[in-house]
């Protein structure tokens, strides 16, 4: 009997964005809560021994397998699941720049939140300068959406997931968005599976 997947995760951290894309895909998947603070599940298990690294989000296949890493488990989530459209195909330019975006959210504004949320006791000059990296970021994406409804054009994908989260976190952390990015945000919360997945993690919309 082939095992459902499951997804390593942690209440309103980077997971939530696969948690969403797996819920937009309709895959069949487990929720396995993960404590940040003891490095264990609900059950007790060490999560170094699902996920070495000692982080989430970790999706383990139906092999048994283990995948990490936030935007490789968005890439993963829309390749296996294509009917839902959530990436483009490989194989052309507009893949690649799909990635690029991906990738940028992923380095340039999920990493840029460690002074914030991770490390112990970074200096005020250290915020500051990671403050105003950010704010440039977030910036870069305003105008990489410019007036579009969603990230890639007209439709929802994996990219939009990340976003959501990233830029979630961003206003919570440090200042308001852009007015494209609120009203992004605003449409990405209306949707019914990211709905589903902040109500299936303690979280308000």
Not at 84 to 100: N, S
Not at 114 to 123: H, Q, R, V
Not at 150 to 177: C, I, M, N, S, W
Request: proline share 7%.
């Amino acid at each position: 009997m082939t095992q459902p997947l499951k997804l390593y995760y942690t209440p309103g951290v980077c997971s939530l964005a696969p948690h969403v894309a797996l819920r937009e895909a309709g895959a069949a998947f487990e929720l396995v809560r993960v404590d940040l603070r003891t490095r264990k599940t609900e059950a007790g298990d060490d999560l170094a021994s699902i996920n070495p690294k000692g982080y989430v989000p970790a999706l383990q296949l139906a092999d048994g397998s283990v995948l990490t890493e936030t935007a490789v488990l968005l890439q993963y989530i829309a390749d296996a699941w294509p009917e839902a459209g959530l990436a483009p195909r490989r194989g052309g330019l507009e893949r690649v720049r799909f990635d690029e975006r991906l990738l940028f959210i992923a380095t340039e504004l999920h990493k840029g939140f460690a002074p914030f949320t991770l490390m112990p006791s970074p200096s005020e000059e250290s915020k500051r300068w990671a403050a105003g990296r950010l704010a440039a970021r977030v910036e870069a994406l305003a105008r990489d959406l410019g007036e579009r409804p969603f990230f890639h054009g007209e439709a929802f994908t994996v990219a939009d997931a990340y976003a959501f989260y990233a830029l979630r976190t961003y206003q919570k952390l440090l200042a308001p968005l852009p007015p494209n990015l609120a009203a992004h945000g605003a449409r990405i919360a209306e949707r019914p599976a990211v709905l589903a997945a902040l109500a299936a993690e303690g979280l308000k919309a």
